[in-house]
């Protein structure tokens, strides 16, 4: 039949050799009948080996479920499917940049840029809501689906990946990098650099609540040092006690 592939290979799954499209999905399962083979999976059976679903095992233990190399339009018997260097768990079929394993875990398409067609792109999604979206969790090699990936207690945007004294999610609203303590390389910690021009470092705005991306928003005016002030109101001019009216007459002339 011309496509390279012993007619007993197909007729050992009870399939005709002539009709059966080797380019085919026969089970529906998201994977090419050829490829099929290639993995040993029935190529007429969503479910071949224990149960389990063919699109969910992974048989070159790249990292990258079967069903997803097939839609990321990679080979689920090759880790590097196109041979270029990048293994295919990295590599970004769609171009949205997240790779195709960030999208595997996020639980968007690595076949589109906007999943759910909601309007927002899938790096900019945050799949779950823990304060980042699913491309900072890339950069700062977070879980996308675990609001706290190293089960610290805190959210994996309060944590502060660089350890500049910003946490990921405020980095990110920065524009900042949470995986560079010193984002433009001017030698000033991001938590030392004022972003908003108010006189304030970064570090102090988020201890104080207050927004380092709005001037309008900046701490309280601090301790002016002055706190005993009223005590010394008028210090350089204190001459002592004020006398009494018998001490102020007693030694003036009659």
Known sequence: DGDRIPDQRWEAYKMDPLATDPDGDADGDGIRNADELRIKTAPNSKHSNSGAADADGDYDRDGLRNGIEAKAGAKPYASDSD?????????????????????????TAPDSQDSN?????????????????????????????????????????????????????????????????????????????????????????????????????????GDDGDEDGDEGTGGGNDDGPVPSDEESGGDQPA
């Open 83 to 107: 041979n270029d260097g990048t293994p295919d768990g990295q590599a970004d079929a769609d171009g949205d940049g997240l790779s195709n394993k960030t999208e595997q875990d996020a639980g």
């Open 117 to 221: 067609g909601d309007g927002v792109g899938d790096s900019q999604e945050d799949s779950d809501d823990d304060g980042l979206t699913n491309q900072t969790e890339q950069e700062v090699g977070s879980n996308p689906a675990v609001a706290d990936s190293n089960g610290d207690g805190f959210a994996d945007g309060d944590d502060d990946s660089d350890g500049d004294g910003i946490p990921n999610q405020e980095e990110q609203d920065l524009g900042t990098s949470p995986t560079s303590g010193d984002f433009n390389g001017d030698g000033v910690p991001d938590g030392q650099d004022d972003t908003d021009g108010d006189g304030s470092s970064n570090a102090d705005e988020i201890a104080a609540g207050t927004d380092p991306n709005s001037a309008a928003s900046s701490p309280a005016a």
